[in-house]
């Protein structure tokens, strides 16, 4: 028996990578190695085996993909092939209105005051 992947399933860093998920193959093991990556809600290492019908999650960019496996590909394709090859059920961006907005200060008002300062550990969340 050979050890040539199967059409059937494949390695979770190769098919993120031809699916074009991730620009290279390094990026998409390393995901998979900080913990970004589950398949079917588990973390996933990078040589876990991807089948058809898999949910994906993936968090990059500070934002979460979530794709289900509709075909197995073995090599990098175009961006409109690779799209065929899952089904993306990823929510929509949040609206400009919708985020938060990053609280500016004032060039040259020095340093924060101790209620500023407060405020501002508490718009934080610590």
Same mark, same amino acid.
């Given at each position: ?19 074009? =998920?991730? +620009?290279?193959? $390094?990026?998409? %093991? /390393?995901? &998979?190695?900080?913990? !970004? ?36 590909? =073995?090599? +990098?394709?175009? $961006?409109?092939? %690779? /799209?065929? &090859?899952?089904?993306? !059920? ?37």
């Amino acid at each position: 028996m050979s050890n040539a992947p199967s059409a059937e399933s494949t390695r979770l860093d190769r098919w993120l990578w031809c699916a074009r =998920l991730f +620009r290279t193959r $390094a990026l998409a %093991a /390393a995901a &998979c190695k900080s913990g !970004h990556v589950r398949i079917n809600g588990a973390h996933a290492k990078a040589a876990s085996t991807v089948r058809v019908s898999d949910e994906i999650r993936v968090r990059a960019d500070g934002r979460e993909r979530i794709v289900v496996v509709s075909q197995i590909i =073995l090599k +990098r394709v175009g $961006a409109v092939v %690779a /799209a065929e &090859c899952y089904v993306d !059920h990823t929510p929509p961006p949040p609206t400009p209105e919708e985020t938060p907005g990053v609280p500016v200060r004032d060039r040259g008002a020095g340093r924060p005051t101790k209620r500023e300062r407060r405020l501002l550990e508490q718009l934080r969340g610590r």
